[in-house]
């Protein structure tokens, strides 16, 4: 069973930054993808970013390219996202995922990943 413990979220004004981190427990770190994904009032979760064990290859939805990025410290069991020029939609609760593949393509789907953190909030003012 692993556990995920996210960090960083905050209020922020747009244009700023933030760092997420997520630290697992449990388990082996490096067995997993990872994976953010966030939810906004209202709507549904969706994918933001996501990278297998290696670290080799990253994904994002197109509404955060060139602005977020995320990585892995394997040593550390932990992956972060960092949120760069932030904007108004930006905000809802961000959720770090573990998805135990060995695969060098970090899927974006919610329901390919095992476990989840208990989100953490980040809000954007204009």
């Known amino acids: 069973q692993v556990q995920l413990v996210e960090s960083g979220g905050g209020l922020v004004q747009a244009g700023g930054s933030l760092r997420l981190a997520c630290t697992a427990s449990?388990?082996?770190?490096?067995?997993?993808?990872m994976g953010w994904f966030r939810q906004a009032p209202g709507k549904q979760r969706e994918f933001v970013a996501a990278i297998p064990w290696s670290g080799r290859n990253t994904y994002y939805v197109d509404s955060v390219k060139g602005r977020f990025t995320i990585s892995r410290d394997n040593a550390k069991n932990t992956v972060y996202l960092q949120m760069n020029s932030l904007k108004p939609e930006d905000t809802a609760v961000y959720y770090c995922?573990?998805?135990?593949?060995?695969?060098?393509?970090?899927?974006?789907?919610?329901?390919?990943?095992?476990?989840w953190g208990q989100g953490t909030q980040v809000t954007v003012s204009s």
């Open positions: 449990g388990g082996t770190f490096r067995a997993y993808a």
């Open positions: 995922a573990a998805d135990r593949t060995l695969s060098e393509v970090a899927v974006p789907y919610d329901y390919k990943y095992d476990y």
